[in-house]
């Protein structure tokens, strides 16, 4: 798909996968909307070619308002959707049982905000003129390898993308008709502040962990797997993991 002259949505977009595929878009011309909380975005530096727009990814009319910030000169044909959280907590711990609260969250952050925005962006998307082949756009999620491998403290997390996972291909058959399709992409770990804030030993045992490269993946790796997918107009209803092999051990 060619991205010449669009627009594009990412969510989680002030911070890791988001703001690196925010910048990676930008810088390919393609006129970007950022959507994050609030207070994400209170102090952020303006990127070129990216416009932040403060949106609850779980709050339906937020996102919707934020849509109809898409320029009409420029059609929304990708969204990214990178916004979530990673709570890690043991079902049974010295502090109590696992919080119904905190899991009731995840699933609403992570996978209602989702499905919430890849709703409302392909009502958008479907509303635009197809290219020659049929196309009018892609969405593209962001699972976890915690997904297959969720780890110890992750049950939470790992429902929430196993979720994911599970709508990408019903998504992608739901809206073939319009010519959108629905990948996701299933990251293993990726040094994004939220991973890196754990300290270099922790990050440099993580790193060892990965058969090759035995390195964390970098943010960039992502955002340019997301520029592959759209590319690639035959890749649809799939979810792709990007982890050097890795699979996560228990703990
Ligand atoms: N970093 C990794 O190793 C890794 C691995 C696998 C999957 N992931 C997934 O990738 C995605 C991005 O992770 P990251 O590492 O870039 O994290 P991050 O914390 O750096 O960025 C996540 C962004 O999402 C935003 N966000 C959170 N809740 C939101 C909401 N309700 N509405 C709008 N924005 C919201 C945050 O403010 C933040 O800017 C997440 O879904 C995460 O689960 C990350």
Do not use: W
Not at 23 to 48: F, K, M, S, T, Y
Not at 69 to 97: D, F, H, M, Q, Y
Not at 114 to 129: C, K, Q
Not at 161 to 175: E, S
């Amino acid at each position: 798909m060619d991205l010449t002259h669009s627009s594009a949505v990412v969510t989680g977009a002030a911070s890791g996968l988001g703001a690196a595929t925010a910048h990676a878009l930008a810088a390919r011309g393609v006129r970007v909307l950022g959507l994050d909380l609030p207070a994400q975005l209170e102090d952020i530096a303006p990127a070129p070619g990216v416009e932040y727009v403060a949106a609850d990814v779980t709050d339906e009319a937020l996102v919707a308002a934020a849509l109809e910030r898409v320029p009409t000169e420029a059609p929304l044909r990708l969204v990214v959707n990178c916004a979530g959280i990673a709570p890690a907590r043991r079902l049974l711990s010295s502090k109590g049982v696992h919080d119904l609260a905190t899991f009731r969250r995840t699933i609403e952050v992570n996978l209602v905000g989702t499905f919430n925005v890849l709703r409302l962006a392909a009502e958008v998307i479907a509303r635009t003129e197809p290219d020659a082949d049929g196309q009018r756009g892609l969405i593209v999620n962001t699972a976890s390898v915690a997904a297959y491998e969720g780890q110890i403290g992750q049950t939470a997390y790992a429902a929430s993308k196993g979720a994911i996972v599970g709508l990408t291909l019903p998504a992608a058959r739901d809206l073939a008709r319009h010519g959108i399709r629905v990948n996701t992409i299933a990251p293993g770990i990726v040094a994004t502040p939220l991973l890196t804030a754990l300290g270099p030993q922790v990050v440099d045992s993580l790193a060892a962990s990965v058969p090759f490269p035995p390195r964390l993946a970098r943010p960039d790796e992502y955002a340019q797997l997301v520029l592959m997918l759209a590319e690639h107009d035959y890749l649809n209803g799939e979810t792709i993991r990007m982890d050097g092999a890795l699979r996560m051990a228990p703990q």
